[in-house]
């Protein structure tokens, strides 16, 4: 079932590239007036909606197969499903201190740079191990049958950012996206 790793792996590269815009964002709080919170924000509210609750989702179903058939994965199994919920928990904190910040109460660049960061190191270490210590068991390991019951978790998934059908409300994310990706 090499379809469903590749779109499995295009998820994740498409994630990076957020994630390499939110740098680039904390990159101009040294040299901008004003950070853009906003954008910030539109990036924050994606990962904690298309990817936190539909990727790791069917994720989670995935890994559980994958440690059924190799036992011996359990516990690499269970780490990344810990970081599913940090991953969750991080970004709540990071939006809820954008929209502080954005209402025009007192939060300092210093905190929101400093957990925007850590947020930041947290997914793309996340990413890393599954794309190297996970995905290559897929292929292996995983069958029809259970490649089957990652769909069914969320049949109806739809990305609103890259997927086919993108919600307005990114409109200026995604022009930024293919900007940097020109
Ligand atoms: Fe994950
Ligand atoms: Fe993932």
């Given at each position: 079932?090499s379809?469903?790793?590749?779109f499995?792996?295009?998820?994740?590269?498409?994630?990076?590239?957020?994630?390499?815009?939110?740098?680039?964002?904390?990159?101009?709080f040294?040299?901008?007036?004003?950070?853009?919170?906003?954008?910030?924000?539109?990036?924050?509210?994606?990962?904690?909606?298309?990817?936190?609750?539909?990727?790791?989702?069917?994720?989670?179903?995935?890994?559980?197969?994958?440690?059924?058939?190799?036992?011996?994965?359990?516990?690499?199994?269970?780490?990344?499903?810990?970081?599913?919920?940090?991953?969750?928990?991080?970004?709540?904190?990071?939006?809820?201190?954008l929209e502080?910040?954005?209402?025009?109460?007192?939060?300092?660049?210093?905190?929101?740079?400093?957990?925007?960061?850590?947020y930041v190191?947290?997914?793309?270490?996340?990413?890393?191990?599954?794309?190297?210590?996970?995905?290559?068991?897929?292929?292996?390991?995983?069958?029809?049958?259970?490649?089957?019951?990652?769909?069914?978790?969320?049949?109806?998934?739809?990305?609103?950012?890259?997927?086919?059908?993108?919600?307005?409300?990114?409109?200026?994310?995604?022009?930024q996206?293919?900007?940097?990706?020109?």
């Open positions: 079932m379809a469903a790793v590749a499995w792996r295009a998820e994740h590269s498409s994630f990076a590239s957020l994630l390499r815009l939110l740098e680039k964002k904390l990159f101009a040294h040299s901008q007036d004003r950070p853009d919170y906003e954008g910030m924000l539109d990036i924050i509210q994606y990962l904690r909606h298309f990817p936190d609750r539909y990727h790791h989702a069917r994720e989670d179903v995935a890994f559980a197969c994958m440690a059924r058939r190799d036992p011996s994965l359990a516990p690499l199994v269970a780490r990344l499903h810990d970081d599913h919920r940090r991953i969750a928990q991080a970004g709540d904190g990071l939006r809820a201190l502080t910040a954005l209402e025009g109460s007192i939060v300092s660049r210093e905190t929101i740079e400093s957990d925007a960061q850590d190191i947290q997914y793309r270490q996340h990413i890393a191990s599954e794309e190297i210590n996970l995905i290559p068991h897929a292929v292996s390991l995983m069958t029809e049958s259970d490649w089957a019951e990652v769909a069914r978790a969320h049949p109806d998934a739809v990305d609103p950012l890259f997927g086919a059908d993108a919600d307005e409300s990114y409109r200026e994310l995604r022009r996206i293919s900007i940097e990706a020109a």
